[in-house]
Protein backbone atom coordinates (compact mmCIF):
# COMPACT_ATOMS: atom_id res chain seq x y z
CA UNK A 1 0.00 0.00 0.00
CA UNK A 2 1.29 3.49 -0.84
CA UNK A 3 0.41 7.08 -0.26
CA UNK A 4 0.87 10.40 -1.07
CA UNK A 5 2.99 12.61 2.11
CA UNK A 6 1.46 16.25 2.66
CA UNK A 7 3.27 19.45 3.59
CA UNK A 8 6.12 19.83 1.36
CA UNK A 9 4.46 17.28 -1.35
CA UNK A 10 7.44 14.37 -0.99
CA UNK A 11 6.72 11.54 -3.77
CA UNK A 12 4.36 9.12 -1.31
CA UNK A 13 6.13 6.39 0.65
CA UNK A 14 5.93 3.04 0.08
CA UNK A 15 5.44 0.29 2.62
CA UNK A 16 5.69 -3.82 1.73
CA UNK A 17 5.56 -6.34 4.58
CA UNK A 18 7.55 -5.33 7.35
CA UNK A 19 10.07 -2.87 4.90
CA UNK A 20 11.01 0.33 6.71
CA UNK A 21 9.45 3.55 5.04
CA UNK A 22 12.06 4.72 2.00
CA UNK A 23 11.76 7.34 -0.26
CA UNK A 24 9.87 6.08 -3.17
CA UNK A 25 12.11 5.01 -6.17
CA UNK A 26 10.97 3.60 -9.78
CA UNK A 27 13.22 1.15 -10.33
CA UNK A 28 13.59 -0.69 -7.07
CA UNK A 29 9.78 -0.42 -6.41
CA UNK A 30 8.77 -2.10 -9.75
CA UNK A 31 11.44 -4.65 -9.38
CA UNK A 32 9.91 -5.17 -5.54
CA UNK A 33 6.35 -5.36 -7.02
CA UNK A 34 7.59 -7.81 -9.60
CA UNK A 35 9.03 -9.89 -6.96
CA UNK A 36 5.88 -9.95 -4.36
CA UNK A 37 3.54 -10.82 -7.80
CA UNK A 38 5.79 -13.92 -8.44
CA UNK A 39 6.15 -15.35 -4.72
CA UNK A 40 2.73 -13.79 -2.87
CA UNK A 41 -0.47 -14.04 -4.56
CA UNK A 42 -2.46 -12.33 -1.77
CA UNK A 43 0.02 -9.28 -2.43
CA UNK A 44 0.00 -9.19 -6.49
CA UNK A 45 -2.19 -6.74 -8.77
CA UNK A 46 -4.25 -5.30 -5.57
CA UNK A 47 -1.70 -4.19 -3.54
CA UNK A 48 0.08 -1.83 -6.91
CA UNK A 49 0.28 1.94 -7.21
CA UNK A 50 0.94 1.77 -10.77
CA UNK A 51 1.69 5.17 -12.33
CA UNK A 52 0.52 6.74 -15.45
CA UNK A 53 3.36 9.55 -17.67
CA UNK A 54 1.12 12.25 -16.65
CA UNK A 55 0.81 11.41 -12.92
CA UNK A 56 4.19 10.90 -12.89
CA UNK A 57 5.20 14.35 -14.57
CA UNK A 58 2.65 15.88 -12.44
CA UNK A 59 4.21 14.98 -8.91
CA UNK A 60 7.78 15.23 -10.46
CA UNK A 61 6.44 18.93 -11.59
CA UNK A 62 4.82 19.69 -7.97
CA UNK A 63 8.11 18.42 -6.13
CA UNK A 64 10.44 20.50 -8.31
CA UNK A 65 8.24 23.11 -8.08
CA UNK A 66 7.59 22.86 -4.16
CA UNK A 67 11.08 22.20 -3.42
CA UNK A 68 12.86 25.19 -4.71
CA UNK A 69 12.53 28.42 -4.73
CA UNK A 70 13.21 31.34 -7.10
CA UNK A 71 16.94 31.32 -7.41
CA UNK A 72 19.34 32.82 -9.97
CA UNK A 73 21.02 31.04 -12.52
CA UNK A 74 24.37 32.17 -14.66
CA UNK A 75 25.26 30.47 -18.28
CA UNK A 76 24.94 30.85 -21.57
CA UNK A 77 22.47 31.28 -24.09
CA UNK A 78 21.96 28.94 -27.05
CA UNK A 79 19.31 27.69 -29.23
CA UNK A 80 17.30 30.63 -28.91
CA UNK A 81 13.58 30.58 -30.41
CA UNK A 82 11.33 33.55 -31.15
CA UNK A 83 8.21 32.25 -32.16
CA UNK A 84 5.10 33.75 -33.11
CA UNK A 85 2.94 33.96 -30.33
CA UNK A 86 5.83 36.16 -28.63
CA UNK A 87 7.20 34.36 -25.68
CA UNK A 88 11.00 33.11 -26.21
CA UNK A 89 12.75 29.71 -25.72
CA UNK A 90 16.02 29.34 -25.28
CA UNK A 91 19.21 27.11 -23.49
CA UNK A 92 21.36 28.38 -20.61
CA UNK A 93 24.58 26.12 -20.58
CA UNK A 94 28.00 25.84 -19.16
CA UNK A 95 31.37 23.95 -19.89
CA UNK A 96 29.35 20.77 -18.75
CA UNK A 97 25.79 21.47 -18.46
CA UNK A 98 22.99 22.95 -20.33
CA UNK A 99 18.86 23.47 -18.83
CA UNK A 100 16.05 24.70 -21.36
CA UNK A 101 14.33 28.06 -20.35
CA UNK A 102 11.11 29.75 -21.17
CA UNK A 103 10.44 33.62 -20.96
CA UNK A 104 6.47 34.20 -21.32
CA UNK A 105 5.51 36.98 -23.73
CA UNK A 106 4.05 38.87 -20.25
CA UNK A 107 7.66 39.23 -19.00
CA UNK A 108 9.72 39.24 -22.60
CA UNK A 109 8.47 42.77 -23.70
CA UNK A 110 10.32 44.24 -20.83
CA UNK A 111 13.72 42.71 -22.25
CA UNK A 112 14.20 44.29 -25.49
CA UNK A 113 17.75 43.61 -25.88
CA UNK A 114 18.36 40.32 -23.88
CA UNK A 115 18.50 37.39 -24.56
CA UNK A 116 20.92 36.87 -27.63
CA UNK A 117 22.77 33.57 -28.54
CA UNK A 118 26.68 33.60 -27.38
CA UNK A 119 25.02 35.71 -24.83
CA UNK A 120 26.33 35.80 -21.06
CA UNK A 121 23.22 36.25 -18.75
CA UNK A 122 21.87 36.05 -15.48
CA UNK A 123 18.20 34.86 -15.35
CA UNK A 124 16.22 34.47 -11.67
CA UNK A 125 13.18 31.88 -12.16
CA UNK A 126 11.38 28.95 -10.70
CA UNK A 127 12.42 25.40 -11.52
CA UNK A 128 10.00 23.27 -13.19
CA UNK A 129 8.71 20.84 -15.50
CA UNK A 130 6.84 20.45 -18.93
CA UNK A 131 4.62 17.97 -18.67
CA UNK A 132 3.46 17.50 -22.09
CA UNK A 133 7.38 16.12 -22.89
CA UNK A 134 8.67 15.92 -19.57
CA UNK A 135 11.41 18.30 -20.06
CA UNK A 136 13.28 19.84 -16.94
CA UNK A 137 13.24 23.80 -17.51
CA UNK A 138 13.37 27.37 -16.06
CA UNK A 139 10.29 29.41 -15.98
CA UNK A 140 12.24 32.89 -16.13
CA UNK A 141 11.16 36.04 -14.53
CA UNK A 142 13.75 38.18 -15.24
CA UNK A 143 17.19 38.37 -17.22
CA UNK A 144 20.20 40.94 -17.47
CA UNK A 145 23.48 40.35 -18.97
CA UNK A 146 25.81 39.18 -16.63
CA UNK A 147 28.29 41.66 -14.55
CA UNK A 148 25.30 44.83 -15.15
CA UNK A 149 25.83 46.06 -11.99
CA UNK A 150 23.94 46.47 -8.73
CA UNK A 151 21.92 49.51 -10.19
CA UNK A 152 20.49 47.45 -12.96
CA UNK A 153 19.04 44.57 -10.39
CA UNK A 154 17.83 47.33 -8.35
CA UNK A 155 16.19 48.92 -11.43
CA UNK A 156 14.85 45.36 -12.05
CA UNK A 157 13.90 44.73 -8.97
CA UNK A 158 11.76 47.87 -8.95
CA UNK A 159 9.93 47.63 -11.87
CA UNK A 160 8.68 43.91 -10.94
CA UNK A 161 7.42 44.69 -8.20
CA UNK A 162 5.48 48.14 -9.40
CA UNK A 163 4.30 46.07 -12.11
CA UNK A 164 2.61 42.96 -9.80
CA UNK A 165 1.17 45.98 -7.89
CA UNK A 166 -0.30 46.92 -11.34
CA UNK A 167 0.99 50.66 -11.25
CA UNK A 168 2.30 50.15 -15.41
CA UNK A 169 -1.25 48.50 -16.19
CA UNK A 170 -2.59 49.92 -19.29
CA UNK A 171 -6.25 50.44 -17.72
CA UNK A 172 -4.24 53.09 -15.88
CA UNK A 173 -3.30 54.95 -18.68
CA UNK A 174 -5.08 58.26 -19.51
CA UNK A 175 -5.61 59.31 -23.03
CA UNK A 176 -3.63 63.08 -24.10
CA UNK A 177 -5.86 65.56 -24.76
CA UNK A 178 -6.29 66.60 -28.90
CA UNK A 179 -6.13 70.42 -27.62
CA UNK A 180 -4.48 71.55 -24.35
CA UNK A 181 -5.01 74.79 -23.00
CA UNK A 182 -1.83 74.70 -21.22
CA UNK A 183 1.59 72.61 -21.56
CA UNK A 184 3.22 71.41 -18.09
CA UNK A 185 7.14 70.86 -18.21
CA UNK A 186 8.96 69.45 -15.32
CA UNK A 187 12.40 69.75 -16.06
CA UNK A 188 15.65 71.35 -15.15
CA UNK A 189 15.16 75.11 -16.83
CA UNK A 190 19.05 75.13 -18.23
CA UNK A 191 19.17 71.59 -19.47
CA UNK A 192 19.25 71.32 -23.41
CA UNK A 193 15.79 69.25 -23.25
CA UNK A 194 13.78 72.64 -22.23
CA UNK A 195 15.20 74.59 -25.34
CA UNK A 196 14.33 71.40 -27.38
CA UNK A 197 10.72 71.36 -26.16
CA UNK A 198 10.28 75.06 -26.55
CA UNK A 199 11.01 75.30 -30.40
CA UNK A 200 8.69 72.25 -30.90
CA UNK A 201 5.84 73.57 -29.29
CA UNK A 202 6.78 76.93 -30.90
CA UNK A 203 6.60 75.29 -34.29
CA UNK A 204 3.65 73.37 -33.85
CA UNK A 205 1.11 75.32 -31.64
CA UNK A 206 2.72 78.76 -30.84
CA UNK A 207 -0.85 79.73 -29.33
CA UNK A 208 -0.49 77.03 -26.43
CA UNK A 209 1.04 78.44 -23.15
CA UNK A 210 3.79 76.66 -21.24
CA UNK A 211 4.03 76.54 -17.77
CA UNK A 212 7.50 75.06 -16.55
CA UNK A 213 7.66 73.09 -13.16
CA UNK A 214 11.72 73.50 -12.59
CA UNK A 215 13.69 70.69 -10.87
CA UNK A 216 16.64 69.58 -11.28
CA UNK A 217 17.30 66.06 -13.04
CA UNK A 218 20.15 63.89 -11.35
CA UNK A 219 22.09 64.68 -8.65
CA UNK A 220 21.08 63.93 -4.67
CA UNK A 221 17.23 65.10 -3.99
CA UNK A 222 16.31 65.39 -7.70
CA UNK A 223 14.01 62.20 -7.58
CA UNK A 224 12.44 63.65 -4.68
CA UNK A 225 12.29 66.95 -6.11
CA UNK A 226 10.43 65.96 -9.54
CA UNK A 227 8.03 64.09 -7.49
CA UNK A 228 7.41 67.00 -5.68
CA UNK A 229 6.86 69.29 -9.26
CA UNK A 230 4.35 66.56 -10.33
CA UNK A 231 2.54 66.76 -6.69
CA UNK A 232 2.48 70.67 -7.38
CA UNK A 233 1.08 70.14 -11.18
CA UNK A 234 -1.29 67.70 -9.41
CA UNK A 235 -2.41 70.15 -6.77
CA UNK A 236 -2.62 73.30 -8.77
CA UNK A 237 -4.14 71.43 -12.06
CA UNK A 238 -3.52 74.51 -14.32
CA UNK A 239 -2.15 72.54 -17.15
CA UNK A 240 -4.15 70.16 -19.04
CA UNK A 241 -1.15 67.68 -19.95
CA UNK A 242 2.71 67.44 -18.11
CA UNK A 243 5.66 66.55 -19.66
CA UNK A 244 8.61 65.34 -17.68
CA UNK A 245 11.67 65.44 -19.67
CA UNK A 246 15.69 65.26 -19.72
CA UNK A 247 18.23 64.80 -22.04
CA UNK A 248 20.11 61.59 -22.54
CA UNK A 249 22.69 60.06 -20.04
CA UNK A 250 24.13 57.02 -18.27
CA UNK A 251 22.31 54.66 -15.87
CA UNK A 252 23.53 56.44 -12.88
CA UNK A 253 22.49 59.73 -14.48
CA UNK A 254 18.79 59.00 -15.31
CA UNK A 255 18.96 57.26 -11.33
CA UNK A 256 16.31 59.86 -10.47
CA UNK A 257 13.87 58.68 -12.89
CA UNK A 258 14.30 55.22 -11.35
CA UNK A 259 12.82 55.85 -8.01
CA UNK A 260 10.27 54.98 -6.66
CA UNK A 261 8.99 57.73 -5.15
CA UNK A 262 8.88 59.66 -9.03
CA UNK A 263 7.15 56.30 -10.07
CA UNK A 264 4.34 56.64 -7.09
CA UNK A 265 3.69 60.45 -8.22
CA UNK A 266 3.31 59.75 -11.81
CA UNK A 267 0.96 57.20 -11.00
CA UNK A 268 -1.26 59.53 -8.12
CA UNK A 269 -1.30 62.36 -11.06
CA UNK A 270 -4.77 62.82 -12.98
CA UNK A 271 -3.35 64.49 -15.54
CA UNK A 272 -2.07 63.21 -18.61
CA UNK A 273 1.63 62.76 -18.44
CA UNK A 274 4.13 62.34 -21.18
CA UNK A 275 7.60 61.31 -20.08
CA UNK A 276 10.49 62.06 -22.68
CA UNK A 277 14.04 60.99 -21.08
CA UNK A 278 17.22 60.57 -22.65
CA UNK A 279 17.26 58.64 -26.08
CA UNK A 280 15.33 55.86 -27.59
CA UNK A 281 17.24 52.93 -26.10
CA UNK A 282 16.81 54.70 -22.32
CA UNK A 283 14.18 52.97 -20.72
CA UNK A 284 13.12 54.31 -16.51
CA UNK A 285 10.23 53.00 -14.03
CA UNK A 286 9.20 56.70 -15.05
CA UNK A 287 8.50 55.56 -18.54
CA UNK A 288 6.91 52.69 -17.37
CA UNK A 289 4.46 54.55 -14.82
CA UNK A 290 3.40 57.28 -17.75
CA UNK A 291 0.42 57.73 -19.87
CA UNK A 292 2.66 57.95 -22.03
CA UNK A 293 6.27 56.97 -23.12
CA UNK A 294 7.96 59.72 -25.84
CA UNK A 295 11.79 58.47 -26.89
CA UNK A 296 13.24 61.72 -26.55
CA UNK A 297 12.10 65.67 -25.07
CA UNK A 298 11.55 66.83 -28.51
CA UNK A 299 9.02 63.20 -29.38
CA UNK A 300 7.15 64.17 -26.02
CA UNK A 301 6.48 67.83 -27.30
CA UNK A 302 5.28 66.54 -30.84
CA UNK A 303 3.02 63.73 -29.24
CA UNK A 304 1.49 66.81 -26.44
CA UNK A 305 0.90 69.09 -28.51
CA UNK A 306 -1.17 70.07 -31.82
CA UNK A 307 0.59 70.41 -35.55
CA UNK A 308 -1.03 73.98 -36.15
CA UNK A 309 -0.03 73.23 -40.24
CA UNK A 310 -1.79 69.99 -40.26
CA UNK A 311 -5.11 71.32 -38.37
CA UNK A 312 -5.09 74.28 -40.96
CA UNK A 313 -4.17 71.45 -43.90
CA UNK A 314 -7.42 69.52 -42.39
CA UNK A 315 -9.28 72.69 -41.78
CA UNK A 316 -8.86 74.00 -45.54
CA UNK A 317 -9.40 70.01 -46.52
CA UNK A 318 -12.74 70.66 -44.45
CA UNK A 319 -13.87 73.41 -45.92
CA UNK A 320 -13.21 72.46 -49.07
CA UNK A 321 -15.67 69.28 -48.91
CA UNK A 322 -18.00 71.25 -46.82
CA UNK A 323 -18.35 73.51 -50.05
CA UNK A 324 -18.29 70.48 -52.45
CA UNK A 325 -21.45 69.57 -50.50
CA UNK A 326 -23.10 72.45 -49.83
CA UNK A 327 -22.68 73.10 -53.70
CA UNK A 328 -23.96 69.81 -55.16
CA UNK A 329 -27.00 70.38 -52.15
CA UNK A 330 -28.07 73.61 -53.94
CA UNK A 331 -27.70 72.10 -57.62
CA UNK A 332 -29.74 68.85 -56.24
CA UNK A 333 -31.62 71.80 -54.47
CA UNK A 334 -32.34 73.90 -57.67
CA UNK A 335 -33.39 71.00 -59.64
CA UNK A 336 -36.10 69.80 -57.38
CA UNK A 337 -37.79 73.38 -57.17
CA UNK A 338 -37.58 73.38 -60.87
CA UNK A 339 -39.48 69.86 -60.88
CA UNK A 340 -42.22 71.66 -58.53
CA UNK A 341 -42.24 74.40 -60.44
CA UNK A 342 -43.73 72.16 -63.23
CA UNK A 343 -45.49 69.51 -61.29
CA UNK A 344 -47.22 73.06 -59.90
CA UNK A 345 -47.63 74.25 -63.66
CA UNK A 346 -49.06 70.98 -64.61
CA UNK A 347 -51.17 70.95 -61.49
CA UNK A 348 -53.22 74.50 -62.41
CA UNK A 349 -56.88 74.62 -61.99
CA UNK A 350 -57.12 76.18 -65.24
CA UNK A 351 -55.09 73.72 -66.84
CA UNK A 352 -57.47 71.05 -65.36
CA UNK A 353 -60.42 72.47 -66.25
CA UNK A 354 -59.31 72.88 -70.11
CA UNK A 355 -58.06 69.09 -70.38
CA UNK A 356 -61.52 68.27 -68.77
CA UNK A 357 -63.36 70.27 -71.13
CA UNK A 358 -61.00 68.55 -74.17
CA UNK A 359 -62.16 65.44 -72.23
CA UNK A 360 -65.97 65.98 -72.14
CA UNK A 361 -66.16 67.24 -75.43
CA UNK A 362 -64.24 64.33 -76.83
CA UNK A 363 -66.29 62.07 -74.37
CA UNK A 364 -69.67 63.75 -76.19
CA UNK A 365 -68.87 63.40 -79.47
CA UNK A 366 -68.14 59.74 -78.96
CA UNK A 367 -71.27 59.07 -76.90
CA UNK A 368 -73.71 60.93 -79.73
CA UNK A 369 -71.54 58.76 -82.64
CA UNK A 370 -72.40 55.37 -80.49
CA UNK A 371 -75.99 56.50 -80.08
CA UNK A 372 -76.01 57.06 -83.56
CA UNK A 373 -74.84 53.91 -84.56
CA UNK A 374 -76.90 52.29 -81.83
CA UNK A 375 -79.81 53.66 -83.20
CA UNK A 376 -79.38 52.64 -86.78
CA UNK A 377 -78.15 49.04 -85.81
CA UNK A 378 -81.38 48.93 -83.76
CA UNK A 379 -83.66 50.17 -86.40
CA UNK A 380 -82.14 47.61 -88.77
CA UNK A 381 -82.29 45.06 -86.82
CA UNK A 382 -86.21 46.12 -85.74
CA UNK A 383 -86.86 46.28 -89.43
CA UNK A 384 -85.61 42.81 -89.94
CA UNK A 385 -87.58 41.14 -87.34
CA UNK A 386 -90.25 43.03 -88.64
CA UNK A 387 -89.96 41.57 -92.00
CA UNK A 388 -90.03 37.82 -90.40
CA UNK A 389 -92.64 38.95 -87.91
CA UNK A 390 -94.94 39.97 -90.63
CA UNK A 391 -94.24 36.78 -92.84
CA UNK A 392 -95.06 34.45 -89.96
CA UNK A 393 -98.59 36.80 -88.97
CA UNK A 394 -101.77 35.50 -90.28
CA UNK A 395 -102.41 38.71 -91.89
CA UNK A 396 -99.72 38.65 -94.16
CA UNK A 397 -101.69 34.47 -95.17
CA UNK A 398 -105.26 37.06 -95.44
CA UNK A 399 -103.11 39.72 -98.05
CA UNK A 400 -102.31 36.35 -100.21
CA UNK A 401 -106.39 35.80 -100.65
CA UNK A 402 -107.37 33.59 -97.75
CA UNK A 403 -109.81 34.21 -94.82
CA UNK A 404 -109.93 33.31 -91.60
CA UNK A 405 -113.53 31.97 -90.34
CA UNK A 406 -115.10 31.78 -86.99
CA UNK A 407 -118.74 30.62 -85.69
CA UNK A 408 -120.96 33.16 -84.04
CA UNK A 409 -121.35 33.35 -81.26
CA UNK A 410 -118.66 31.75 -79.34
CA UNK A 411 -115.72 33.03 -82.34
CA UNK A 412 -113.83 29.97 -82.29
CA UNK A 413 -112.18 28.76 -85.56
CA UNK A 414 -113.42 26.91 -88.09
CA UNK A 415 -110.77 24.26 -89.43
CA UNK A 416 -113.21 21.30 -90.47
CA UNK A 417 -116.92 21.59 -91.82
CA UNK A 418 -118.38 19.84 -90.39
CA UNK A 419 -117.65 21.48 -87.34
CA UNK A 420 -121.01 23.82 -88.52
CA UNK A 421 -123.99 23.29 -89.11
CA UNK A 422 -126.99 24.67 -92.07
CA UNK A 423 -128.22 27.86 -90.79
CA UNK A 424 -124.77 28.67 -88.27
CA UNK A 425 -123.74 32.44 -88.40
CA UNK A 426 -120.29 32.65 -88.91
CA UNK A 427 -118.05 35.39 -88.89
CA UNK A 428 -115.32 35.50 -92.33
CA UNK A 429 -111.93 37.40 -91.66
CA UNK A 430 -110.55 39.30 -95.16
CA UNK A 431 -107.74 40.93 -95.58
CA UNK A 432 -109.91 44.25 -95.50
CA UNK A 433 -113.13 43.80 -93.54
CA UNK A 434 -115.22 40.76 -92.44
CA UNK A 435 -118.02 38.73 -93.51
CA UNK A 436 -121.58 37.54 -91.52
CA UNK A 437 -122.75 34.86 -93.14
CA UNK A 438 -125.00 31.71 -92.53
CA UNK A 439 -124.29 27.97 -93.23
CA UNK A 440 -126.69 27.00 -96.11
CA UNK A 441 -125.02 23.77 -96.59
CA UNK A 442 -121.54 21.71 -95.98
CA UNK A 443 -119.23 19.43 -97.62
CA UNK A 444 -117.24 17.52 -94.84
CA UNK A 445 -113.60 16.49 -96.22
CA UNK A 446 -115.08 12.69 -96.44
CA UNK A 447 -117.92 13.76 -99.22
CA UNK A 448 -120.94 12.70 -96.60
CA UNK A 449 -124.14 14.88 -97.42
CA UNK A 450 -124.58 17.20 -94.66
CA UNK A 451 -126.97 17.20 -92.00
CA UNK A 452 -129.16 19.65 -91.33
CA UNK A 453 -129.33 20.46 -87.75
CA UNK A 454 -133.31 20.88 -87.38
CA UNK A 455 -133.04 17.32 -88.94
CA UNK A 456 -130.85 15.29 -86.83
CA UNK A 457 -132.37 12.43 -84.90
Given at each position: ????????????????????????????????????????????????????VSRLNQDVRALLEGEFPALWVEGEVSNLSRPSSGHLYFSLKDAQAQIRCALFQN????FRDCPRNGQHVLVRGRVSLYEPRGDFQIIVEYIEEAGAGALRRAYDELRLKLER?????????????????????????????????????????????????????????????????????????????????????????????????????????????????????????????????????????????????????????????????????????????????????????????????????????????????????????????????????????????????????????????????????????????????????????????????????
Amino acid sequence: MSRRATGKRKIGWIYNHGVRPSVYNPVRSVSHEINLTMTDPAMARPSRDIYTVSRLNQDVRALLEGEFPALWVEGEVSNLSRPSSGHLYFSLKDAQAQIRCALFQNRAFLFRDCPRNGQHVLVRGRVSLYEPRGDFQIIVEYIEEAGAGALRRAYDELRLKLEREGLFAPERKRPLPRFPHRIGIITSPTGAAIRDVLITLRRRCPGVPVLLYPAPVQGDGAAERIASMIRLATERRDCDVVLVVRGGGSLEDLQAFNAEVVARAIGACPIPLVTGIGHETDITIADFAADLRAATPTAAAELASPDRLEWLRRVRLLAERLDGALQRRLAEQRLRLAELTRRLDRAQPRHRLRDRAQRLDDLDQRLRTAMRQRLETTAQRLRGLSGHLHALSPLATLDRGYAIVRRLPGGEILRRADAVHIGDVVEVLLSRGRLYCRITATEPANGAPAVDRDQAP
